[in-house]
């Protein structure tokens, strides 16, 4: 489904190249080149802002512990979604708060570790706030002052930030060193220190962090696009995001096409994306000149869609079960028919039955 849409839509933009704002001869690249083309924008920002750092982005990034070729990975995920035109910010310019207290409690808790260093077991099986109890003290201790830089106090309650820990009450009570409250005392202390400092305070350095992140994420996009324009290479989202652009801000082409493609058939819709959303109501819009895909009403008969919203597992790259509620609302909405498939088709009665039998009990 998802190479036809694409093939649909480099089909619609060959034949009307010049509205679309494309290269008459342009060229669709494959994901692996795409990618070597990413890291090529990326690599020629570095070497602009080496050259000329004239805005202070390097030394911003510096400042908040952040390397320029660190955020190099970021941006490859990033440039998946051209048609993301708003990242969210932050409402103000972040800031940090008073970071005294957390480096005293951290101070206090580091000393009560220590403390306690004699009589912790040496063996601690599942347990895992043993080795960090063991550990903490001394790589923490190896960061230096944390008052003179928050990047080294960020890196300190860093190591507080992991998944949930467990306490195992035998592997305390084995040294005879430590009671069963004692032992779910530690981890309250744990859980307690994470919830009071280290959660806040790594939020508000991570708001602090996203704005200068992100101005690289823009400024590389803008390398990127560039590249492919020079080149007349267009990436399987372009081919969507022109498409829809083109359907969008042309009336006489969706005129043209909607004549051309009187009926479209959808499948597999859950997988469809807020792009493929847009091209696909725009083509069969009724009203040539509405541009919010959302207000279209699809010509009576233009637009037939096959959907399983339980099959709906590709969130991570936008195909949102909203997305598929909302196509389903705008045809219902026109006047279109819902209509439930209920039988199985794709096997037979045998199968199923010992389908069912086998999962019946785990489920």
Same mark, same amino acid.
């Given at each position: 489904y998802k190479r036809q849409i694409h093939a649909f839509c480099a089909r619609l933009l060959r034949e009307r190249p010049v509205e679309?704002?494309?290269?008459?001869?342009?060229?669709?690249?494959d994901p692996d080149?795409?990618?070597?083309l990413r890291r090529e924008a990326f690599g020629a920002l570095v070497e602009r802002l080496l050259v000329d750092d004239s805005g202070g982005l390097l030394a911003e990034l510096e400042r908040l512990g952040l390397g320029i070729r660190d955020l190099e990975p970021a941006f490859l995920a990033y440039a998946e979604y051209p048609d993301v035109t708003c990242w969210p910010s932050p409402p103000q310019e972040a800031a940090l708060p008073d970071l005294e207290p957390t480096i005293a409690a951290l101070e206090s808790y580091l000393q009560h570790m220590q403390r306690l260093a004699p009589r912790i077991p040496e063996s601690y099986g599942n347990d895992t706030i043993i080795p960090e109890y063991r550990r903490l003290p001394r790589v923490i201790g190896h960061l230096g002052d944390l008052r003179c830089s928050p990047v080294r106090l960020m890196q300190a309650l860093a190591r507080f930030d992991v998944r949930s820990k467990q306490v195992v009450q035998r592997?305390?009570?084995r040294s005879g060193q430590f009671t069963q409250a004692e032992a779910k005392a530690e981890l309250a202390r744990w859980n307690l220190f994470r919830q009071q400092h280290v959660v806040p305070i790594l939020t508000a350095w991570y708001e602090v962090r996203y704005r200068p992140a992100l101005e690289v994420m823009h400024r590389a996009k803008e390398i990127y696009e560039r590249l492919r324009l020079a080149r007349g290479r267009l990436n399987?989202?372009?081919? =969507?995001?022109?498409a829809a652009a083109l359907l969008r801000d042309k009336p006489h082409v969706r005129r043209y096409f909607g004549?051309?493609?009187t009926?479209?058939?959808?499948d597999e819709l859950q997988d469809t994306d807020p792009v493929q959303a847009e091209v696909m109501l725009l083509l069969t819009s009724s009203d040539p000149r509405q541009q919010d895909w959302?207000?279209?009403r699809p010509r009576p008969g233009s637009l037939f869609v096959v959907g399983d919203p339980k099959q709906s597992i590709y969130r991570f790259r936008r195909a949102d079960i909203v997305t598929y509620n909302e196509v389903k609302q705008i045809i219902g909405a026109a006047g279109g028919q819902v209509v439930r498939l209920q039988a199985n088709f794709r096997t037979v009665g045998s199968v199923v039955d010992w389908v069912n039998g086998v999962f019946e009990? =785990?489920?």
């Open positions: 679309a704002g494309v290269s008459l001869a342009f060229e669709e690249i080149e795409d990618r070597r592997e305390w009570k399987y989202q372009d081919l =969507l995001v022109k004549a051309r493609f009926h479209l058939l959808v959302r207000q279209c009990p =785990l489920f």
